[in-house]
């Protein structure tokens, strides 16, 4: 196979001007910086990345492992949404001390709360190392492409990580044309400041997500400790409140209609050169089965949520990342159908293969060889599917599906090699006991055990349902055929006769795992079943349609920058930090309706229902809103804008983004997308291409006026000049 490496030079040449479109890698900004003066910006290229000096970059933090946030004071303090600290809020707090319903505000330091497993990343520096790579692969494809991928990446990785100190990760871009190292400096000393109460860090709840006009006041604030040298150290309570080499200035300005905007973050995932074959896939058969789980789910853990405070909290985060791309498939779906994405892409696809008749004939082909590889795998879709969102919602079942890699080691007599993996094991299973309800837990198994052999072809069934389920308890003593009564009499049976429910039992089998054992647990029988159907008719598939999916998208990607070689590209998101301009801008949703840029709180207060799960707010606000009491927060004709947009560029994992004017200034934290755009992971739609932002101003006051916390407020350097002469849209 013809090697496919483009030079860093060539590839900054991609990076054109465009005036929303784009997830950007700050080291390669290139002409797009030409762009972003034009919008309005007033920094230079070092004040957006330097390894000289401080830059932007070094105020903005990948958190907890899925969401971004930024430093806003020289004492640690972090500013990120409210949906991002979610789950440290819900842990720290109990039905006694319920953080998650009521707020927190620390006033000192000593107030602060220990987030136990929440860390922060700071980016070091971004070397390219796509020449290193590509010599260590060779033309490897598949497996044998993927095997020295891995062994290259960890001996570059060892060598730049200054022997532990650093996180060093080796990534992939544009569909693996290109290669680049980051190291990190990971801090795990993260303490909760504070949290609006729910009823406003969610205000809205499900019938508000993805959607505009918002009015969420989703933040939440934590600080960053180091030791005394300011370097990571483990918690300890005379660690100090880290220095960054850069925080943010936070401007109470206010956003005019067009003002440049500006994100920086650490966007997940995007596919946005997917072919049509994918995006069909997607939209008619795999965004379906997700939805269609995942509303039984929820709809089960909400009765036991609604019945129990304790499993309320308990479960609550787990269900708001459940409920999240719930909805986001069901947008997703709606959107890349009305906007005929199928259709567009084929029509490019056409174009590309007649360009390569006459350009690249080796890959004329190249689409042909895409149908074909979604031809084979189809088939294999819905079990892969439901093998991650149906069997897996069981916690039982994943610690059975567990044993089985123990279940061979002992086998094959690698006894030692159990005892890491149960050690690695034991740690698995305090993540999914944290969350795990009794209640919950039984009538998710027996509800996910029903809807798997319902959904799933026949021939891609575990044996669990015909030696066991159907077997042993299809029928009563009479011989009367149960129905769906069998499957809770098997789940209570499974619940009876397991370990791994038990951390006494399941941490004895851990210091003495015998086969013995796992034969005789209903758990493991179970999960084991699952696994090895999977493993070995399923996953197969999956892999080879990986791999050879990799190869081609490769080739795709390839071919395109040649032949559109004035037209912009730039990689899909990878969780890795990108920069993304625009505008705060209003748009038209549908033909006759306009929505403003901005919102405020008169329009909370119009959707304000007393006692509402999602639209009820705390008496402390009604009071401050009737009262006008909003301090030098308010915006210049008085009123308090609570959220805007911009159609900056961002995915998932931009959550808790900073928001950033022309001058470097804070001015928001973005915390969603719109209804209208839920198609822009695979196809950027630039009409309608939204992002919700928290006006910082709502978050001061909040912070200053519900909070009373104004020992932040002095540490922030807030910049309070006002232009009075606005633009309203």
């Not at 004329?364 to 795998?377: G, R, S």
Request: charged share 25%; with cysteine; glycine share 6%.
């Amino acid at each position: 196979m013809k090697k496919l490496l483009l030079s860093l030079a060539v590839f900054s040449m991609f990076f054109s001007a465009s005036a929303d479109e784009g997830m950007w890698i700050p080291m390669l900004i290139g002409k797009n910086y030409d762009e972003m003066v034009r919008l309005g910006l007033k920094l230079s290229k070092e004040d957006l990345y330097s390894i000289n000096h401080s830059s932007l970059k070094d105020a903005v933090v990948q958190f907890a492992g899925g969401c971004t946030a930024e430093m806003i004071s020289d004492k640690g303090l972090l500013l990120t949404n409210h949906h991002c600290g979610y789950d440290a809020i819900a842990t720290l707090s109990t039905v006694q001390h319920d953080y998650l319903d009521n707020g927190f505000w620390a006033h000192n330091y000593a107030e602060e709360l220990q987030a136990q497993g929440v860390t922060v990343i700071f980016l070091q520096k971004v070397t390219d190392v796509t020449a290193e790579v590509q010599a260590a692969v060779g033309n490897a494809i598949g497996d044998d492409y993927n095997k020295k991928f891995e062994a290259i990446s960890k001996q570059i990785e060892k060598r730049e990580n200054n022997n532990g100190k650093l996180v060093a990760n080796v990534r992939e871009y544009f569909n693996g044309n290109q290669i680049l190292l980051l190291t990190y400096k990971r801090y795990t000393d993260v303490r909760l400041v504070g949290t609006p109460p729910k009823s406003l860090g969610k205000f809205g709840g499900d019938t508000d997500n993805w959607m505009w006009p918002r009015h969420t006041s989703d933040f939440s604030m934590f600080r960053v400790y180091a030791g005394k040298d300011n370097e990571p150290a483990p918690y300890a309570a005379d660690n100090m409140p880290y220095k960054p080499a850069k925080f943010l200035p936070v401007s109470i300005k206010g956003e005019h209609q067009d003002d440049y905007a500006m994100i920086y973050g650490y966007p997940g995932r995007t596919n946005r050169y997917e072919v049509s074959n994918g995006v069909s896939l997607a939209v008619n058969m795999v965004n379906p089965a997700i939805v269609k789980i995942r509303d039984l789910r929820l709809s089960i853990m909400r009765k036991h949520m609604d019945a129990d405070k304790h499993v309320y909290l308990q479960t609550t985060s787990l269900y708001a990342r459940i409920a999240n791309y719930w909805k986001y498939f069901i947008g997703q779906t709606e959107q890349l159908k009305r906007l005929k994405v199928v259709d567009e892409k084929k029509a490019e696809e056409n174009r590309f293969t007649e360009w390569a008749r006459q350009n690249a004939p080796q890959d004329a082909d190249l689409m042909d060889k895409f149908a074909n590889l979604y031809n084979a795998y189809t088939p294999y879709a819905i079990p892969a599917t439901y093998y991650g969102e149906c069997f897996r919602t069981s916690g039982m079942g994943r610690l059975g599906a567990a044993l089985e890699p123990v279940q061979r080691m002992l086998t094959e007599h690698k006894e030692d090699s159990a005892k890491l993996y149960l050690a690695q094991l034991k740690i698995a299973r305090r993540a999914i006991m944290k969350e795990y309800d009794p209640g919950t837990e039984r009538d998710l198994t027996i509800a996910m055990t029903k809807l798997y052999y319902t959904d799933v072809p026949k021939d891609m069934m575990p044996d669990i349902y015909e030696n066991v389920i159907f077997k042993k308890f299809g029928k009563d003593k009479a011989g009367k055929n149960l129905g769906d009564a069998m499957y809770a009499d098997y789940v209570d049976y499974m619940i009876k006769h397991t370990f791994v429910l038990d951390s006494n039992a399941f941490n004895a089998f851990c210091d003495a795992p015998t086969l013995e054992k796992i034969s005789k647990d209903a758990a493991a029988e179970y999960g084991i079943s699952f696994a090895k159907n999977y493993k070995d008719r399923v996953l197969p598939k999956v892999e080879q349609y990986n791999n050879d999916k990799k190869e081609l998208a490769k080739t795709y990607v390839h071919d395109l920058m040649i032949w559109k070689k004035d037209k912009m590209f730039y990689p899909d998101a990878n969780s890795t930090m990108r920069i993304s301009y625009g505008q705060v801008k209003g748009y038209d949703p549908v033909d006759g309706v306009h929505y403003k840029y901005f919102t405020t709180l008169d329009g909370l207060m119009a959707k304000y229902k007393p006692g509402s799960d999602e639209f009820d707010v705390p008496a402390d606000l009604i009071d401050l809103y009737n009262k006008k009491d909003y301090g030098r927060y308010a915006d210049a004709d008085g009123t308090m804008h609570t959220c805007f947009i911009t159609n900056n560029d961002i995915t998932g994992g931009n959550s808790g983004s900073p928001v950033i004017n022309a001058n470097g200034e804070l001015i928001g934290a973005a915390f969603d997308g719109n209804w209208e755009a839920m198609s822009g992971d695979i196809a950027f739609d630039k009409k309608y291409k939204r992002t919700i932002v928290c006006d910082v101003r709502y978050i001061l006051f909040l912070i200053d006026k519900m909070g009373k916390a104004d020992n932040l407020i002095k540490e922030m350097d807030i910049r309070a000049n006002k232009d009075i002469n606005r633009n309203e849209d």
